[in-house]
């Protein structure tokens, strides 16, 4: 019993203690607390387009190509203005009053109509090596924009030509027809009018086919040998005696080539079809991929920090609470009264912890309900796994500050400590930069830090629904046992007699 | 300031003599053997040996940085001696277990009570670390809020509190849990008159209990207080004893004032040849100071040898010299200097 009360007496001296100081327990918690709301609020976690300015040749007015593709210049882009000094341009880029130089060259649209490849250079100055590489993402999105309606436009031209083609084909089909009558009737120089009639269309059809440009470029093979068919039929009309001489079975038709010069002549149109039956999209893009959002949640940034930002509020209050604890009573000598005192060090170290533990849970509880209530960030997984994952993140973090509280020699110190740890965990507990990008030594500190485990158990459990890594719940319960130890080693090592 | 004891009567013989109280007996509280205790290079304690008794107030006194501390808090189990060996309730301090410990309050010479707290809070936790069950601990409290006049701010913060009051808040949290002793770092320091005598009011009611003190001060005049007084200096116990023993030490016998009628005689050789005349010497042409090994014994034949030179014995008186000026004469003897209270740095208290 006696036991217990002494336990009871140390913890309730401390919450006692942390009472009579609202305005370090505001500081600790609420500050930080504030701090991330406001960012929560006032970021959306996007990046603005750079801001451009368009360098156009000396006397050229805007191009029709920027006119015609606004739209997508404007989403890739800020355009804060034209000019034709690039000089000038070049120089506020160095004084970085804007994020790139856009440089056009001369005559862009007719580069294209004359089948040229247009070279838009970009200049950037940017020095954030996470902004770095946005520049050149922003203008080659702007690039593909552009180049897909470019293409797209001028694929649907193409494809109307197709149906020209077509019609030449149908007519050459028909005349083929007449032409292979005329020949089964020995009517050869019938025969030979309409074959000629065949192939004057075949040359129109061959004008259409070269104005689809190269997405018709598949039906060449047909396209040549139909050419050759055309023509071998012709020579065979033309020595037509000669072959009827010749004994074959086959129909005469068959003979000069006519039937397979007009199967020739409908594969080419049953390609055209196919051909005209293909949306440009597909032309230009025939693989696409289709991402799509599956997760139980999609949440806002607030609500995907919210668990982080929780792990991080809680090592912190915990830590730097815990840091101050300890090396107050050591700087005052209270250490002192405890080694007269009939209190053990494991019963102080207990009453301690408890007195945090109270503390941190009605923290805790505290901004769960903020989070929870006008915050709507919702606890999908098993709230007793979020609260194994909350104690046990306490615990460690608790053992954290004492282990700095019964290291250092200055309040000071211990302050500056905690600090560190809050630095530590904005850097490498996953929540400014994923842990995935982060190398050795990082990542050792990294996995140091209890908020890492938390952060990533409470999103787990809070935001997928899901039970969270069993080794991380571990990895938090050893530490938290492994600290206790260590704290109550270096207490009887600071009480013992000197 | 000397204290006479006697009027001017033809002759007046005025002596307190009592025979010596028998030394206490049974086990010793506090038993304390050749402890020495030095830091880096410095020897702050040499060689102390005291023991406490039950139901004794032990007066440890001595000038500033003389080893009082020190030696508390070997005995309390802080520090451990590099040399020499103590018991206190018949334990080493060093392996005090918690019932020990539970008979025992300290109160040390700094605040070691927590200054965000308020008066009440600290001693409440005081109380709970010394295990006081709940339903005692409200009147604990109070109690020694009272006896050390801290009730009306018991409330306040104690890092507002003024030194005095600092001091009896550490000495009220030593008290809460009713200790069977009771180390006392210089509870008085700073404190008026009054209340200090409340205070040992107290003490003297916790020995009559058969609770023993420990108590350190630089305040002499208290070693009157103290059942038995250790005088501390540069680290050593110089002396020891009784109050009255140590008058004794320090002048080598009793001291008394023979008033006589002015003549031009030598009366300090007159009686120097009596029987038990340690030493003799004429502070004024009326008055000789006469140093006996026994007063009682040596008094009577005092006035005969002087009467018998022809001098008029108009008074005698035995001499109580201040505790200031045995201790300087104690420490005058061991150091072998000529020293000064400001030079030791002894507290003579106010209005006593």
Redesign the interface.
Known sequence: MRPFIQTLAVMVKELTELLRRPLLVLTLVLGPLLVMILFGIGSDATFAPPRTLVVLPPGEDKPALLQRYERQFKSSMRIEGYTDNEAAARERLRLNTIDAVMIVPPTPEETIGQGGQVRIQVLYNEIDPLQRGLVPQFMNAMATEVNREIFLQNTRAQQGGIGNATREIDSALRTMDTAIEAAEAGDREGALQQLDQARATNERLDAYLDSLGPEAGTLDPLRDRTREQLQEGRDRLDQGESILATPDPRPASERFGLVQARDNLQQLRDSLTQVAAVRPEVLLSPIVVEARYVAALQPDLITYFAPAMLALLIQHTAVSLGALGMVRERLANTFELYAVAPITNLQLLIGKYLAYILFTAAVMGALLVVLVGPFGVPIIGDPWRVALTLSLLTLTSIGMGFLISLLVSSERTAVQYAMLSLLGIVFFSGFALPIESLRQPALTVSYILPATYGSQLLQDIMLRGLPGRDLYIWVLGTLSVVLFVACWLLLRLRTRAN | MSDRVGTDVQPEIDVDLQPAEPAPVGPPVIDARGLEKGFDDHVVLRDLTLYVQQGEIYGLIGPSGSGKSTAIHLM?????PDSGAVEVLGRD??HFD?????R?G?M?Q????????TVQ?NV???????????WLRRRRVRSVLELTELWPVRKR?TRSLSGGMQRRLALA?ALVHEPYLLFADEPTANLDPILRAKLWEHFQGMSDQSRALLITTQYIDEAENCDRVGLMHEGALIAEGRPEELRRQAFGGDVVDIVVERQALDHAQTVSSVEGVVGAEMPHDESVRVTVENAQVAIPMLIEELEESGATVRSVSQYQPTFDEVFIRLIEQHSGEHLTSDQLQLNQSEGR
């Open positions: 309390c189990g802080h520090l451990s301090p060093a918690a019932k020990t410990k539970r025992i300290y040390p700094g605040l070691i009570l927590n200054p965000d707290l809070q409440r936790f005081a109380a709970g670390l010394y295990g006081v069950w709940p913060a949290a």
